[in-house]
């Protein structure tokens, strides 16, 4: 079964500095992997995805994300971070089993700090 | 372009009874996914309705069923509410045809069982 690993709770991070938000993932297969950001009483908003091609993916709002196969992971990076990217990140991979279910990590919860 | 919606936003409900939450699909959108997000945990997938027929489901009980209607708004319903179904019910649309196409959430719906 497909499923994604967040193993930070919190990041803490300055702004201005880079940031990373960690997630591995297993899958049979090939893998569809996304981020989606949750900002406080609010849904889920997609970021990025990854599907095949160049490893390195760009998203909304600066964002962007490194797949490694060898690792099995799919880090979500930032070069310069804003006090406004504080939220709940959450790593996501995409059953391919022809469900086409999204299973979702626990989340990370990012704090930049001013 | 309209976005998902749900309804109500808030809900308080007493354990025993039943509750049904609504969806309004993204205009274009032919799958509408259910997710159960108790506070501090990542979304759980509850199930994905597609052509107007269940496809896929998680480890929910069948207290916990669906509709989707031939305009693709979908509903939840859940009987015999328990505490524990306390949490953010978030409906996510996506455009089946592509097994890319990300989800597109609403708000949610804040379910409370005392």
């Known amino acids: 079964a497909q499923s994604v690993a967040q193993p930070e709770d919190q990041v803490n991070v300055a702004e201005g500095n880079p940031l990373t938000v960690k997630c591995t993932y297993s899958?049979?297969?090939?893998?569809?992997l996304f981020w989606y950001v949750q900002y406080p009483n609010r849904g889920l908003q997609f970021l990025l995805k990854y599907i095949t091609g160049d490893n390195l993916v760009k998203g909304s709002y600066g964002f962007e994300a490194e797949f490694n196969k060898s690792q099995t992971s799919f880090h979500l990076k930032k070069p310069s971070a804003l006090v406004s990217d504080s939220a709940l990140y959450f790593c996501a991979v995409r059953d391919n089993d022809g469900g086409f279910k999204t299973i979702f990590g626990a989340g990370t919860r990012l704090f930049v700090k001013a | 372009e309209t976005g998902v919606t749900q309804s109500p936003t808030h809900l308080i409900k007493t354990r025993g009874q039943q509750v049904t939450l609504r969806c309004s699909s993204q205009s274009g959108h032919n799958t509408v996914s259910w997710y159960q997000q108790a506070l501090g945990q990542g979304p759980q997938f509850i199930f994905q309705y597609y052509r107007e027929e269940e496809n896929g489901r998680g480890n929910f009980p069948p207290r916990f069923s669906g509709l989707q209607f031939p305009n693709y708004s979908s509903e939840l319903n859940v009987n015999a509410l328990e505490l524990d179904d306390s949490a953010l019910y978030l409906c996510?649309?996506?455009?089946?045809?592509?097994?890319?196409?990300?989800?597109?959430f609403g708000n949610g719906t804040r379910l409370t069982v005392t």
């Open positions: 996510a649309s996506s455009f089946r045809d592509t097994s890319n196409s990300p989800l597109h």
């Open positions: 899958v049979s297969g090939n893998p569809y």
